[in-house]
């Protein structure tokens, strides 16, 4: 199974910005699927979660700013981010929760003015 993140980019802070993740293999329907992030020097940490019924769980950071969501029929997770902050800044990638395979480049999200 392979996990490609996509959609990464530089926005101001304030805006939005939807990042994807496909998959190349049926892992999604049955899974837990959740998207992570890193940023420099810090640890990877799990921002949202989706079940595969479709109920959510955030982080405490991003709650009412971030909105995961999932298309089973083609292994895609998304994750709409909007009121970005500074401190969004990192690598996003998705995996299963817990994680189960490899990570893969993720998508680089950067908040800047």
């Known amino acids: 199974v392979q996990l490609q993140a996509s959609g990464g980019g530089l926005v101001q802070p304030g805006g939005s910005l939807s990042v994807s993740c496909a998959a190349s293999?049926?892992?999604?329907?049955?899974?837990?699927m959740g998207w992570y992030r890193q940023a420099p020097g810090k640890q990877r940490e799990l921002v949202a979660s989706i079940l595969p019924r479709g109920s959510t769980v955030y982080g405490e950071s991003v709650e009412g700013r971030f909105t995961i969501s999932r298309d089973n029929a083609i292994n895609t997770v998304y994750l709409q981010m909007n009121g970005l902050k500074a401190e969004d800044s990192a690598v996003y990638y998705c995996?299963?929760?817990?994680?189960?395979?490899?990570w893969g480049q993720g998508t680089l999200v950067t908040v800047s003015s």
């Open positions: 995996n299963t929760v817990p994680p189960a395979y490899d």
């Open positions: 293999g049926r892992i999604f329907s049955i899974n837990i």
